[in-house]
C-alpha cells in the first residue's frame, strides 16, 4: 500500500507540474511537510522529490528547498551539447570564423587534387598518423613550449576524440577522477559512458582549489585529475605557475595521471607552459585545430609519453581504426605553412574585440572571463533562476548555456554561460542586450 501511496504522490505532483497548476520556480513543500501532508515517511516524502527530480521537473536547491523547473527550457541544455533552434541567435556555442577561411579550404581543396600522394590518402594509415605527420604536429606542439617528438604524438578526430582514447587506454570502471566542480561537458558525459566516479573540487578565478585536491586525495583513492589550466571553460581562467607545480606535486605524491586539456590555450598566448612539460611522465595533453581553425575539421592531437601512448593508441584502433587521410592532409599542410599560426594570431585578435563589446553591453553585471576567451559566465543573484533566464531568453529567440551542464556537483549554481563565437560581431551587442535585459527584469 505504501509503494502505491508513494507514486499517487509522485503522479499527482507531476501531473500538476506539466499542466501548469504548479508554476516554473514554484518553491514546493519542505520534505517534512510534504511526508505530514500526505501520511508519509520523511526517507519516502524524500524519495518523491528525487523521482521529481530524476525526470527533470524539479530542482533541489541546497538550503532553499525543491522548485518546479521551467519546462520551456529543455533539460540538459545548459551546456555545448544542446543544439539551439536554427533559428536562435547562437550564445550557446562557440564556432568563431574570420574572414577568408572558406578560401583558404577552397585552395587547400585544389592544392590536395593536385598532389602526387591522392592514391595513399584512400587506404588505410597507421592508427595514430603517418610518422612524418606526427612529427609535423610535434614542431607544432613545441612552439606551445612542449618537447615532444613524433613518437610521443597520436592525430585522432577532434580533442574529444582524443579525450576519449585517452580515458579508454588509462583508465578503468569505477576509477575515481578529480574534476573541477564546473566542467567542458564533453568530460561529463565521457566520464558517465565508462562509468568513472568524478570527484569535484571546488574552482575559482584562479583555478582549481589545490588545498581542496589535496585533502580529497587523501581521503580517497583518486587515480586521476581532468584539468583545463590555460583557459578553463567556462570560467575562463589560466593556473598560474606556481599553482601548476604544486599541482604538480599532489600528482606525483599520489601517483595521479593527470590529462591536460588545452583546447582554448591557444588563445592565452602569454600563459605558463603546459603541465605536461612539468610531468610529462603523467600527464595526457589534449588538444586539437577545431576551435583555433574549425569546428568541421576534426583533426586532434594527443602527447604523451611514449609508456602512456601505447595503451591510448589500441584505444584509437578500437574507435576509429585509423586517421582520417584527407582531413589530416589539409590540416598538416595548414600547420607547416603557418595558417594555423596565422588564424589563432586572428581569433585571438577577434576574441579579445567580442570581449570589449561584451564586457561594455554587460558592464555592471558580475562577469566572470579572459580578456582573449570566447565566452562569459554571468554568475546570478541569490533569487534569480538560470532555467527561467534561459527560457525566456529562447522566447526572445536567444540560446545561451546554463550551469546545468558544466555543473559535476549535485547542487547546481545558478549561472549562463555567453558564448561570442559564433554571432557576427555587428549584431552581438543587441544579442547581449537582450540578455542583460532579462536578467535585470528577472532580478527585479
Known sequence: MGQIRYKQVVDALAADIRTGRLRPAFRLPTHRQLAQTHGLALATASRVYAELEAIGLVVGETGRGTFVRDQSYPRGAGADLA???ASAIDLSFNYPSV????D?????LRRLAASGDLESLLHYHPYGGRPHERAIVARHLQARQLQVSGDQVLIVNGAQHGMAVAAMGLLNPGDIVAVDALTYPGFRVLAEHLRLDLAPVPVGPAGTDLDALE???QARPVRAIYTMPTLHNPLGCVMDVRARKRLVRIARAHDLLVI???SYAYLAPDAPAPIATLAPERTVYLSSISKSVATGLRFGFVAASQVLIAPIERAVRATAWNTAGVITSIACAWIEDGTVARLEAEKRADAARRQAIALKALAGLPLVRHPNSYFVWLPLG???RADRIAAALAQRGVSVSTAEGFATTTHVPHAIRVALGSVASE??????A???ELVEQDSS
Open 104 to 108: 583558404l579550404l577552397r585552395d587547400a
Open 382 to 384: 541569490e533569487d534569480q
Open 215 to 217: 585533502r580529497l586525495c
Open 427 to 432: 549584431d552581438l551587442p543587441g544579442a547581449l
Open 260 to 262: 591536460e586539456d588545452a
Open 434 to 436: 537582450i540578455v542583460r
Open 99 to 102: 574572414a577568408g577561411q572558406t
Open 83 to 85: 543544439t539551439p533552434a
